[in-house]
């Protein structure tokens, strides 16, 4: 299956928007419980445009997203301004086939040249296969906040991971 690792355009929102509601409805990856709509994510995608967040998509031949990375603002307090928190989604059906892996460097590396110092993980403690993708491409654990979320009816710990983008 030939992959494409590309910056994000606003065709590419009703494939981003699948992904994200189905991992709402079905993961704890994302601690929300309303599923949203393709005007939320034109809002989403227009703000981490408009603040020089990367927003990437991997898409196979046909220019199905498979899944979707993005950074976004890691707290609102202007001393974070140069830290952000990524995001990494892969459509269900496509999880396991090393699309998290295409799309993690070229993220790291729009980060790196819009000029953030830090990228911070957030992620459910027990989501093995992200911490391990996180692990792989020099993420360390820096903290486990437990049980701060809900979901699904029982509590959720947040493990944060940290890659220093600048030397």
Request: glycine share 10%; hydrophobic share 50%; with cysteine.
């Amino acid at each position: 299956m030939p992959l494409a690792v590309r910056a994000a355009t606003e065709a590419d929102l009703a494939g981003i928007l699948t992904i994200y509601n189905d991992a709402v409805r079905t993961t704890t990856a994302i601690w929300n419980d309303a599923v949203v709509d393709l005007a939320n994510r034109r809002d989403w995608y227009a703000d981490r445009v408009a603040r020089g967040f990367p927003v990437l998509v991997a898409v196979d031949a046909g220019a199905d997203v498979l899944g979707y990375a993005a950074c976004g603002p890691f707290r609102p307090h202007d001393g974070y301004a140069r830290t952000v928190e990524n995001s990494i989604y892969v459509r269900s059906d496509r999880r396991g086939r090393g699309i998290g892996a295409a799309l993690m460097p070229p993220l790291i590396e729009a980060a790196r040249a819009a000029g953030f110092h830090v990228m911070i993980a957030a992620i459910e403690a027990g989501n093995e296969a992200s911490i391990g993708l996180h692990a792989r491409f020099g993420f360390r654990e820096v903290g486990l906040m437990p049980e701060v979320g809900r979901k699904f009816g029982r509590w959720l710990d947040l493990l944060l991971m940290e890659l220093p983008l600048e030397s």
